[in-house]
């Protein structure tokens, strides 16, 4: 099973990002997927997540910024990210999570936002 993030980094306030993360080894369109992060000193705090069937939440500071989706066809979940905030900075992770309890995590992508 892997998990791999990519297209985090440096940019400046009010600007956009793109993440994606790409997943093997596991049946992709049955699991929930979703994006947490971890600021600097903080704990690891849930952004937004995409179920099987499409349906979306996101945390109250990013709503309206960000927008997570999913393409089963190519096993991938994205969370666009704009006018971001110096606060966005962190540490970014995808999940996967099934009904029945089975979680995966891949690993951090660093997003910093400068003022």
């Known amino acids: 099973v892997q998990l791999q993030a990519s297209g985090g980094g440096l940019v400046q306030a009010g600007e956009s990002l793109g993440l994606s993360c790409a997943a093997s080894?596991?049946?992709?369109?049955?699991?929930?997927m979703g994006w947490y992060r971890q600021p600097p000193g903080k704990q690891r705090e849930w952004v937004a997540t995409?179920?099987?069937?499409?349906?979306?939440g996101y945390l109250d500071s990013v709503k309206g910024r960000f927008t997570i989706s999913r393409d089963n066809a190519k096993n991938t979940v994205y969370l666009q990210m704009n006018s971001l905030k110096p606060e966005d900075t962190a540490v970014y992770y995808c999940?996967?999570?099934?009904?029945?309890?089975?979680?995966?995590w891949g690993e951090g992508t660093q997003v910093t936002v400068s003022s």
């Open positions: 080894g596991f049946l992709f369109s049955n699991f929930a």
């Open positions: 999940n996967a999570v099934k009904s029945d309890g089975i979680q995966y």
């Open positions: 995409i179920t099987s069937v499409s349906s979306t």
